[in-house]
């Protein structure tokens, strides 16, 4: 941090000059550091303020150290300098911003290519993991969901992760077993998360492995069905819209193996002149007459 030095010399009793330096987490996008404007006050910026320092005095040049636990979430961070009082505007904002990302040597993997046949006198289903040094002793965790289809003929893939259970981390140690009566064929498949505790208390999803439940073959994969009839076009008289859609059930996918590929859903244009008569003429006239309108308004919906 850099001032530059004062013009003249302070009047004698004068109070020391005083600021505040916020380091504030911006989140996983650097543009939202670039959101951080001058006029926010401390108070709607609170939650996101995760170090102050008191600045005292205008210091040629002072070096800021900060501690490896204030940046305990992955994303981008950025400083900012306040006067002391809490709904001041900033006076300066950082250029640039800090990168904070996880470390490459955190890994994760599942031994096996499915959860059953599972092997309960082996210990259950093994986990192993690798981490970095600076972990804490105790608290990272590896846990484990259970994903599920309710309905094999919806449109889209399954995305509901229900949670099982979860074991912790002993720093030293570098797999765990979980029992095979966590497991059953209610769930397509079961997707085991690697998940961090920084110092300062915030957990980080690092890492997730997911295994189907039951052995699965490319030919277990799902396939689409027809496309269904096109849905009558949502206006009979320009610009409108009429869709297909088809399902991933012919068959569905089994045992959780991959779903359908590419879209279930298909729009295409439809509507230009098919009024009898006059009709789509005066539309017509309608549209151009509110095209040349330079006022803002809005065109009432036919159909």
Not at 209 to 214: S, Y
Not at 221 to 242: A, F, I, L
Request: proline share 7%; glycine share 8%.
């Amino acid at each position: 941090m850099k001032f530059e030095g004062p013009q003249c010399e302070p009047a004698v009793g004068s109070a020391v000059p005083m600021l505040w330096l916020d380091l504030m987490y911006c989140g996983l996008s650097a543009n939202a550091c670039k959101n951080v404007s001058r006029e926010s006050s401390r108070g709607s910026m609170e939650h996101l303020i995760v170090h102050s320092e008191q600045i005292r005095g205008y210091p040629r040049f002072r070096k800021i150290f900060l501690k490896c636990d204030v940046f305990g979430i992955a994303g981008f961070y950025t400083a900012v300098l306040r006067p002391p009082k809490r709904q001041a505007v900033f006076t300066h904002i950082m250029d640039g911003q800090l990168e904070v990302v996880p470390s490459n040597e955190f890994s994760l993997n599942v031994h096996g290519k499915s959860i059953f046949p599972c092997d309960n006198l082996g210990g259950g289903v093994p986990v192993m993991f690798h981490y970095p040094s600076c972990i804490l002793p105790t608290s990272d965790k590896i846990r484990l969901f259970g994903r599920q289809r309710e309905d094999v003929s919806t449109l889209l893939p399954p995305t509901k992760l229900h949670y099982v259970s979860e074991h912790r981390i002993v720093k030293g140690r570098h797999n765990v077993y979980f029992d095979c009566e966590l497991f059953s064929e209610k769930y397509i498949e079961y997707c085991f998360v690697y998940v961090n505790q920084a110092i300062n208390r915030a957990y980080t999803n690092i890492n997730t492995n997911c295994v189907p439940t039951l052995p699965i073959t490319d030919d277990d994969s799902g396939q689409w069905s027809k496309w269904s009839e096109w849905s009558p076009c949502s206006t009979t008289c320009y610009g409108g819209t009429r869709n297909r859609y088809r399902t991933c059930d012919s068959p569905p996918p089994k045992y959780g193996a991959k779903f359908c590929q590419g879209s279930s859903l298909q729009t295409e244009p439809c509507g230009e002149k098919q009024m009898s008569g006059n009709e789509c003429g005066k539309i017509e006239h309608q549209i151009q007459k509110y095209n040349n309108t330079p006022t803002t308004g809005f065109l009432p919906t036919y159909v």
